[in-house]
């Protein structure tokens, strides 16, 4: 006769095992396959839209704001804002920031990271594309894109900025445009509307 373990303070308890062969797998299987299909329908979304999300590395961050002298007053409008961070940025020197975003998952994701910072009152996210928007308010615009929307861009930036106003560019410059100023350690571009051929 085995001895009585009863008051010992080690027992073994003797949990129920679900096989993996008799789980409900007309559930798993589908939930499964419909998770992998938007996992996969997020990143190639953007390709199809023209929205490939790069993110602007957090020191290029700042010296796009500070080439374009960004403060209070200003109005800066990112086109293709991605996570937020460039308008934040810019709301936390005390301007406005615009953030225009096509990808809705991104615009979310901008949107809470919005909401969490301190100067949230002073940021805006828009879902849309750019090509139909709007701005005239703006004193500042951010793009990281490639030289082919630049170019598209340029037209509608002559048409609708004020004199005066600063369009910067990382990476890409524009086609026909002299810039301004570069910043001596990145390829930043700042332009000033209206713009020296």
Not at 99 to 110: F, K, M, N, Q, T
Not at 132 to 140: C, D, I, R
Request: proline share 8%; glycine share 8%.
């Amino acid at each position: 006769m085995p001895p009585d373990t009863s008051g010992s303070p080690l027992r073994t308890i003797n949990y129920p095992v679900v096989p993996l062969l008799h789980m409900d797998w007309t559930i798993i299987l589908p939930a499964a396959y419909f998770l992998v299909l938007g996992f996969l329908l997020w990143l190639i979304w953007p390709i199809f839209i023209g929205a490939i999300f790069l993110p602007t590395p957090p020191d290029v961050v700042e010296k796009i704001l500070s080439i374009a002298d960004v403060g209070e007053g200003d109005i800066l409008y990112d086109l293709g804002s991605g996570d937020g961070r460039i308008i934040i940025g810019a709301a936390e020197r005390g301007a406005r920031g615009v953030g225009v975003e096509a990808d809705p998952i991104r615009v979310l994701w901008s949107r809470l990271r919005a909401h969490r910072s301190p100067a949230h009152d002073r940021l805006r996210v828009i879902w849309g594309d750019f090509f139909k928007t709007s701005f005239a308010e703006a004193s500042v615009i951010t793009v990281y894109q490639g030289e082919s929307i630049n170019n598209r861009l340029r037209e509608k930036f002559e048409a609708e900025l004020k004199p005066g106003s600063r369009v910067v560019s990382f990476s890409f410059k524009f086609e026909g445009w002299e810039p301004a100023k570069k910043h001596p350690d990145a390829d930043v571009y700042l332009y000033l509307i209206p713009v020296k051929a």
